[in-house]
């Protein structure tokens, strides 16, 4: 029982350090590893080495697929390709469906590209799209924002996914297809809240944007001409999905040399790597001047804290494992295993209200879970999309993404608690019943 208090003081002044403290979650996380290892008898030089083999194990692989998804996120922003992406989304849904385009642009964006990246990239088409539709900017902007962040929060090869992939010991492959269904679902409750709930939010922004377009007489639609097909710019973030994919749907046990061939290719590492590859020869054909070299720089910059955080959250995770903590929580969710399947969720939940994080909501919710997974009667996948689902819940104030939109939009305060703090809430729980649907059809 000291064990499992040890581990509660600890959990709870890791929350106050990064959201009420203000302690960089790097510093946050290893400081509490260590804190825990010592408390737990493990003694300083023990602790240490455990710390230091639970950041190495997590990163072994994991740092050179983030760098990699990075760099195809920084070819999409240089060629153009992101945009076009979201053009022809629209020109294919129509005006009637712009909330689902949005949405489902979102979906596709976000894998290889940063939520706050890939939304400031299409604000010029979020609120040209506004206005030609007489919509709010909230409307088409939170419909965006549902299909950025449930990529963000649940498919590979972004970050987040990745961590907890890694953490639970979860098949990349099956993951991959249940976060895809379980997305499904908390993208639509994203944009329906936005559809139907942010109809009436009209805030002083829009008024400026009208009077901004109000000299481009072209209905929506028109603008939206795209010079080359989009398939190409979708290369780089289709092919390590379906190659990741290939490697869940073709596996057998009966060994041959096609299945080596499908199990190198569906690896994470070679299949983001063939990705960017693909993105490099597109960024040669439609670049002259540009250098492959300062993309990779950018993306290694850009990825070195997601990097760092992440393997501080694996040493975190690895001295829970090796604390003994879980053989005492064993006895209880064998007596209440239904409370097992909200476990994860709560744990995120509690993590992304008080960080505004995602990505330390995942890796920390994950790196609590992950001793606990034999424990648990579910599957490792299964328990990702969980904790995924409750990452979404709830953000408000100290969310970064929070105060991009309100410094792009000028969307008041209020009505960002209003709508997107709410919104994100809907995400969650539309999220879960998609799992919980998955659980009655039998995926385990």
């Given at each position: 029982?000291?064990?499992?208090?040890?581990?509660?003081?600890v959990?709870?002044?890791?929350?106050?350090?990064?959201?009420?403290?203000?302690?960089?979650?790097?510093?946050?996380?290893?400081?509490?590893?260590?804190?825990?290892?010592?408390?737990?008898?493990?003694?300083?030089?023990?602790?240490?080495?455990?710390?230091?083999?639970g950041?190495g194990?997590?990163?072994?692989?994991?740092?050179?697929?983030?760098?990699?998804?990075?760099?195809?996120?920084?070819?999409?922003?240089?060629?153009?390709?992101?945009?076009?992406?979201a053009?022809?989304?629209?020109?294919?849904?129509?005006?009637?469906?712009?909330?689902?385009?949005?949405?489902f642009?979102?979906?596709?964006?976000?894998?290889?590209?940063?939520?706050?990246?890939?939304?400031?990239?299409?604000?010029?088409?979020?609120?040209?799209?506004?206005?030609?539709?007489?919509?709010?900017?909230?409307?088409?902007?939170?419909?965006?924002?549902?299909?950025?962040?449930?990529?963000?929060?649940?498919?590979?090869?972004?970050?987040?996914?990745?961590?907890?992939?890694?953490?639970?010991?979860?098949?990349?492959?099956?993951?991959?297809?249940?976060?895809?269904?379980?997305?499904?679902?908390?993208?639509?409750?994203?944009?329906?809240?936005?559809?139907?709930?942010?109809?009436?939010?009209?805030?002083?922004?829009d008024?400026?944007?009208?009077g901004?377009f109000?000299?481009?007489?072209?209905?929506?639609?028109?603008?939206?001409?795209?010079?080359?097909?989009?398939?190409?710019?979708?290369?780089?973030?289709?092919?390590?999905?379906?190659?990741?994919?290939?490697?869940?749907?073709?596996?057998?046990?009966?060994?041959?040399?096609?299945?080596?061939?499908?199990?190198?290719?569906?690896?994470?590492?070679?299949?983001?790597?063939?990705?960017?590859?693909?993105?490099?020869?597109q960024?040669?054909?439609?670049?002259?001047?540009?250098?492959l070299?300062?993309?990779v720089?950018?993306?290694?910059?850009?990825?070195?804290?997601?990097?760092?955080?992440?393997?501080?959250?694996?040493?975190f995770?690895?001295?829970?494992?090796?604390?003994?903590?879980?053989?005492?929580?064993?006895?209880?969710?064998?007596?209440?295993?239904?409370?097992?399947?909200?476990?994860?969720?709560?744990?995120?939940?509690?993590?992304?209200?008080?960080?505004?994080?995602?990505?330390?909501?995942?890796?920390?919710?994950?790196?609590?879970?992950?001793?606990?997974?034999?424990?648990?009667?579910?599957?490792?996948?299964?328990?990702?999309?969980?904790?995924?689902?409750?990452?979404?819940?709830?953000?408000?104030?100290?969310?970064?993404?929070?105060?991009?939109?309100?410094?792009?939009?000028?969307?008041?305060?209020?009505?960002?608690?209003?709508?997107?703090?709410?919104?994100?809430?809907?995400?969650?729980?539309?999220?879960?019943?998609?799992?919980?649907?998955?659980?009655?059809?039998?995926?385990?």
């Amino acid at each position: 029982m000291l064990q499992l208090i040890v581990l509660l003081v600890v959990l709870l002044l890791l929350v106050l350090a990064v959201s009420r403290w203000r302690w960089h979650p790097f510093i946050a996380l290893l400081l509490a590893a260590l804190a825990l290892g010592l408390c737990s008898g493990q003694g300083g030089e023990e602790t240490v080495r455990l710390l230091g083999e639970g950041f190495g194990n997590t990163l072994k692989w994991i740092a050179i697929v983030v760098i990699l998804g990075a760099f195809i996120g920084e070819v999409l922003r240089e060629t153009g390709g992101a945009l076009r992406i979201a053009n022809t989304v629209v020109k294919r849904f129509g005006e009637q469906r712009l909330t689902w385009a949005m949405g489902f642009t979102g979906y596709l964006v976000s894998i290889p590209v940063f939520v706050d990246v890939a939304y400031i990239v299409l604000q010029p088409v979020t609120e040209a799209i506004a206005v030609r539709a007489r919509k709010p900017v909230l409307v088409i902007g939170l419909a965006l924002t549902a299909g950025l962040t449930v990529s963000h929060t649940l498919l590979p090869p972004t970050p987040g996914p990745l961590a907890v992939a890694s953490l639970l010991g979860a098949d990349i492959g099956r993951l991959l297809v249940i976060n895809a269904f379980v997305g499904l679902f908390a993208l639509a409750g994203g944009v329906l809240w936005a559809r139907y709930f942010c109809k009436d939010s009209w805030i002083d922004y829009d008024q400026k944007l009208a009077g901004k377009f109000r000299s481009t007489p072209a209905p929506a639609g028109e603008d939206f001409t795209i010079p080359e097909s989009p398939l190409l710019d979708l290369l780089p973030i289709l092919i390590p999905i379906l190659l990741m994919g290939a490697g869940a749907f073709l596996q057998t046990e009966e060994a041959s040399l096609f299945q080596e061939i499908i199990g190198f290719f569906s690896t994470p590492m070679v299949a983001v790597m063939v990705g960017a590859g693909v993105a490099a020869l597109q960024y040669r054909r439609k670049t002259a001047g540009g250098t492959l070299g300062k993309l990779v720089e950018q993306a290694i910059t850009k990825s070195a804290l997601v990097i760092m955080i992440t393997g501080a959250g694996g040493a975190f995770g690895f001295l829970i494992k090796e604390s003994g903590v879980q053989s005492l929580l064993t006895a209880f969710f064998a007596e209440l295993p239904f409370l097992g399947f909200f476990l994860p969720f709560l744990l995120a939940a509690v993590l992304t209200t008080a960080t505004g994080s995602i990505t330390v909501s995942l890796i920390g919710a994950a790196s609590m879970v992950g001793p606990l997974v034999e424990q648990l009667p579910y599957s490792p996948e299964l328990l990702a999309a969980i904790t995924g689902c409750g990452a979404f819940c709830v953000f408000h104030a100290n969310s970064s993404f929070f105060w991009l939109l309100n410094r792009l939009h000028r969307v008041p305060v209020p009505v960002l608690y209003r709508t997107y703090t709410l919104q994100s809430l809907v995400m969650g729980l539309s999220g879960l019943a998609g799992v919980g649907l998955l659980y009655l059809l039998g995926v385990g």
